[in-house]
């Protein structure tokens, strides 16, 4: 009996931290799993595209050395939609290559290894700022792309972002 106890203590142990995985955001090798970019959650996979809720914006595509561009992740302005994560990557628009360095900031996590951030606690979030950081030694386009987590098992992947419109 005391054995059987053990064993079931045990399962339960292992469900609840299956559960709370990651509440401090992406470990460093989601850049290079099998399927990179992507939450390692189980059974759960990425919903379909048209049923993302939530934007990701850049302020620009084009940088300069050592340029800064604002990233932000809310909403639909329809929806009221909170998140609890997110994981994003800049990567060069011409090479598809990791590129620049996020600038870290309250409830983030980078992750220089792969130029990404993400979230650094699974409180729920209304939105999010991020800024990036072109490199020192380099011109071009960039483009951010990743994931928006709602919840454990649902979360919306390979998400490119999209350029605010420049204002005349």
């Known amino acids: 009996m005391k054995d059987r106890f053990k064993w079931l203590s045990l399962e339960l142990l292992l469900l609840i931290g299956a559960a709370v ?8 090798d989601t850049c290079v799993k099998q399927r990179a970019n992507q ?10 595209a048209h049923s993302n809720p939530y934007e990701v914006v850049a302020d620009a595509q084009t940088y300069h050395p050592g340029q800064q561009i604002s ?3 809310y909403p639909h302005s329809d929806q009221s939609t909170v998140f609890r994560g997110f994981f994003l990557q ?14 870290q900031s309250e409830n983030t996590k980078t992750i220089p ?3 990404a ?11 999010a700022k991020l800024i990036w950081k072109a490199p020192q030694n380099k ?5 951010f792309t990743g ?3 709602q919840e454990y098992g649902t979360f919306w992947s390979d998400i490119v972002n999209k350029v605010q419109a420049e204002r005349p």
Do not use: M
């Not at 939450?39 to 996979?45: Q, W």
């Open 147 to 149: 994931t928006v987590l």
């Open 117 to 127: 951030i993400t979230h650094s606690d699974n409180r729920d979030k209304l939105g």
């Open 139 to 143: 011109r071009g386009q960039v483009y």
């Open 21 to 28: 995985a990651f509440p401090d955001g992406a470990p460093a």
């Open 113 to 115: 290894e792969c130029s």
């Open 39 to 48: 939450p390692n959650h189980g059974k759960a996979r990425s919903q379909p």
């Open 71 to 73: 990233v932000v992740i």
């Open 90 to 103: 800049a990567r060069d628009a011409n090479s598809n290559e990791w590129i620049g360095e996020w600038v």
